[in-house]
């Protein structure tokens, strides 16, 4: 495959002035090596001749190859014969994590399908380098901003109010993620012993802090079509809930999205039985090719909610950055359950979303295009190799729920992991067990990567029908595998 090419004319945009302080191969230099580690030159791409950088920048030539020169000697630049300058990383640079699991020995070329969610967008340097320069501002105090940066907060509430939810400031607080924003919240609505209301499958890392309260939980299922919204209004008026947990955008696993129809039926259900909404949002900015306007959000249908947000699906899961809006009157209960978890996120961390949100709220056009082209890689080739499965291809989220023709998910995913690749299997997903026909496969790599899966995951169906997969016996102490996010 050729490498794609960066016209001179388009790399002087991206380099921009070449006047400042210090000498200008240096800043030409730099302002290369920042492009190429923030993603906006990607690696692999070859750069302009020497001689043509030179005119679009007009600067002499002497400057263009010196600053090149010091590309190459950091290891952002190679040189390959008939490939001319490429952009590439230091030995050592990239640093590939091993998802959320329970081992870090994971072997060489697994491809791992446990995490749904992104690599950091493209102007993640160059935010980093404003929040900086923007926090002397903050240094002269301690730095536990328990409610989080006020600019922030503004921001967040300014974009719920543009969404159809009225919201100020002092309605937001800022939290170490959404696991722990959910956390916060579940402790401070739910008493030892409680019922809370649960789609089926939903996000499993609210589980933990369920089993900890002892709570109940009343399931209700979603199809791999949405939601069956008059056995859910029933299922809520029956089960003496305290609180309901719901993924009304781009519901994850499921990737459906509830209409504002819907959202109305099961809000006057909730209010009726006194049902506060713990609703998680954090899928909310992934729709693809979702067609018209997003539905409100949910506490604009349910003045009772409790909405949680983060940044990891959005833009980056390395800041893990959330909040939570909240109704007025469950501020001081929200803020008191809060101090054993969490007594501030990082503001750094902050600051580097303040920057990214006033630019974008969500995902860039660019990276819905990948994901789309993701997406649609994966369910061809699911298609193509493993015809036996199915699964209805979402709008939005990052992920495809895929129905088995056998409850076999366990012995599939444990058949995966032996040829090299790992993802979650229905179970882990079930909020009143079963879902063994399930597994859950996100669309995150790329394409070729995605290929490659789908052939690792038929050879380990074909296996698992056949009798020749390993047993359980022989795994790990951890049968449901590697945490998921």
């Known amino acids: 495959m050729a490498a794609p090419v960066l016209s001179a004319a388009r790399t002087a945009d991206l380099i921009g002035p070449t006047r400042g302080d210090g000498p200008a191969y240096q800043l030409v230099a730099d302002a290369l090596r920042l492009l190429i580690a923030d993603g906006r030159i990607a690696v692999g791409t070859r750069l302009p001749s020497e001689r043509d950088l030179t005119g679009a920048l007009g600067l002499s030539r002497t400057t263009v190859s010196s600053a090149y020169a010091v590309l190459r000697d950091r290891g952002y630049l190679t040189s390959r014969r ?32 446990t995490c749904a969610a992104q690599r950091a967008p493209a102007g993640m340097t160059q935010a980093a380098e404003a929040a900086i320069a923007a926090s002397p501002d903050y240094l002269c105090g301690t730095g536990y901003l328990v409610d989080g940066v006020p600019e922030l907060r503004e921001v967040i509430a300014a974009h719920y109010t543009q969404r159809g939810l009225p919201t100020t400031a002092d309605e937001v607080f800022v939290t170490t993620g959404a696991v722990v924003g959910t956390a916060i919240a579940a402790r401070a609505l739910l008493s030892p012993g409680d019922t809370v209301l649960m789609e089926t499958p939903t ?22 079509t949405g939601w069956d919204v008059p056995t859910m209004t029933s299922t809520i008026r029956a089960s003496g809930a305290r ?13 459906n999205l509830m209409s504002d129809e819907q959202r109305a039926l099961v809000a006057q259900a909730l209010r009726q039985s006194r049902i506060t909404a713990i609703v998680d949002e ?3 900015e992934l729709g693809l090719d979702h067609e018209g306007p997003m539905p409100l959000p949910f506490g604009a249908h349910h003045a009772d909610t409790v909405s949680i947000g983060s940044a990891s699906k959005s833009h980056w899961g390395g800041l893990r950055i959330g909040w939570i809006r909240t109704p007025k009157h469950l501020h001081e209960s929200l803020h008191s359950a809060r101090v054993p978890l969490d007594i501030g996120a990082p503001v750094i961390d902050q600051l580097v979303l303040l920057h990214l949100m006033r630019a974008s709220p969500g995902i860039t056009q660019e990276r819905r295009r990948q994901l789309v082209e993701s997406r649609d890689a994966l369910a061809e080739a699911l298609r193509t190799r493993c015809p036996q499965l199915r699964f209805v291809t979402p709008r939005g989220g990052l992920s495809l729920w895929v129905e088995l023709p056998e409850p076999v998910a366990l012995q599939v995913t444990l058949a995966a992991e032996d040829e090299g690749l790992l993802f979650a299997s229905g179970p882990r997903f079930a909020a009143a067990g079963g879902l063994d026909r399930w597994i859950r496969l996100p669309y995150v790599l790329t394409p070729a990567e995605l290929t490659e899966a789908v052939d690792r995951l038929a050879w380990a169906l074909a296996r698992v029908a056949d009798g020749t997969a390993a047993s359980r016996g022989r795994r790990s102490p951890h049968p449901r595998g590697p945490l998921v996010a």
């Open 243 to 255: 609180a309901a947990f719901l993924l009304p955008d781009f519901h994850n696993p499921t990737g």
């Open 203 to 224: 996000y499993p890392n609210i589980f933990p802090t369920l089993g900890q309260l002892r709570a109940r939980i009343a399931a209700v299922p979603v199809e791999p």
């Open 282 to 284: 954090t899928v909310v």
């Open 82 to 113: 008939g490939s001319g300058s490429v952009a590439s990383l230091p030995q050592g640079v990239v640093r590939r994590d091993t998802g959320l699991h329970l081992s870090p020995d994971v072997p060489e070329g697994t491809i791992d399908l």
